[in-house]
């Protein structure tokens, strides 16, 4: 699997934009998809996740965007979402989309879990 991340960009605090993942194959659907980012000098933090449709499909998001950011996926299109709305400066970070197989329930935040992964898009909050 391929990733292709795309999106981001550069944004005043309080706006939105929306980040995209297209995945190549035809085998989208059976990947759990997620969404992490990273800032300088700083670990790789788990942003959102959307599960396989086997998996059900549930969305998980991290502490520090609930209620401000939606994951989605499109299977039709091989592409996976991120609705960034209410954008602050922390948010500021290089954004990666992930693919993994079979990834349980409990593992759904953890990168490793994740055996694909694309660039990276950044993404810049300014206040």
């Known amino acids: 699997v391929q990733l292709q991340a795309s999106g981001g960009g550069l944004a005043q605090a309080g706006a939105s934009l929306r980040l995209s993942c297209a995945a190549s194959g035809n085998t989208f659907s059976r990947y759990s998809m997620g969404w992490f980012r990273q800032a300088p000098g700083r670990d790789r933090e788990f942003v959102a996740a959307?599960?396989?449709?086997?998996?059900?499909?549930?969305?998980h998001y991290g502490d520090s965007v609930k209620g401000r950011f939606s994951i989605s996926r499109d299977n039709r299109k091989n592409t996976a979402y991120l609705q960034m709305n209410g954008l602050k400066p922390e948010d500021t970070a290089l954004y990666y989309c992930a693919a993994g197989g079979g990834v349980i329930l409990s593992a759904i935040r953890t990168p490793t879990a994740y055996g694909y992964w694309g660039q990276g898009t950044l993404v810049t909050v300014s206040s």
């Open positions: 959307i599960r396989s449709s086997a998996g059900g499909g549930s969305t």
